[in-house]
């Protein structure tokens, strides 16, 4: 006998949490704030609106289904099973931070502060929450296949993104290494950068969109469903011993940027989660390419 689905709804602690666990009490977190010349009340507000998505998202989970919370801060220790269905309720970069834990497992976003967040990926209200439930369990949904970027490196790590991946010096200093294309004749280029960006359709709405509109948006953006992906060197410094000639292109899904390192210490991270790094020493090679997982999103 199946077992009935499981509702994990996600969330993140909001600000207004934070600023009393940080000060003590809402009276001292407010004085700390209008010292600042800002207003408790507004940070209060979003709080509460919060509170109400989760309520209204928890109440329109069907009673046959069971159900579960996890905060953003413990995904990494989270089992997600094959029948869960994820619901993210908060910003659309939460999506992003649950997306490389699932393995093909339905995700809804909801919107929890609807005209503060882009909605690109919480696309719903939380009044929506029970119609986009029934229609998951009937499988009658409209669900989209975003790509992601993965990097694997030469000693098994591997580490998944929904938008981009960073490869640099911890901290963003001059990193060392030497770049190349795997289809590209084994042809590769000595580097000392600021780290390179690998991201996906997804992630051409943010950091890797402004890197591009300072390129000159020459190369196209992929589309989030794309299998397709596009890099960047950041400040790449030409010097006798380095070269600037191949600073960006893209990767269709069989192609791979690798980097092999020439310096102490690189690290590689997705989705700006610099805690949750892949760290890599000298004579390491990693390979980014398209993934094989998808987030499959409702909506």
Known sequence: MSLAPRAVLVHRTTEYEEL???????????FFLSSRGRDIEEVAQRHRRTGR???????AIPLTWRRTQVERADLDRFLFAPEDVVIVVG?????ANVAKYLSGQPVVGVDSDPGR?????VRHRPRDAGALLSSVSA???????????EAVADDTQRLLALNEIYLGAAGHQTARYRLGLEDDGGVVEAQA???????TGTGATGWIRSVWQE????LRLPAPTEERLVWFVREAWPSPATGT????GELTAGGRLTLTVESERIVAFGDGIESDAVELTWGQTVRVGVCGERLRLVG
């Open 215 to 218: 390129r000159g948006g020459r």
């Open 91 to 95: 910003q659309d970069g939460l999506v």
């Open 117 to 121: 967040n882009p909605g690109v990926l």
């Open 20 to 30: 009393v666990a940080r000060h003590g009490t809402h009276g001292q977190a407010a």
């Open 193 to 199: 950068s600021s780290g390179v960006l690998v991201g």
């Open 53 to 59: 998505a989760l309520a209204e998202v928890t109440s």
């Open 139 to 149: 499988s009658a949904t409209g669900v989209s296949e975003l790509t992601m970027v």
């Open 245 to 248: 000639s191949c600073v960006a």
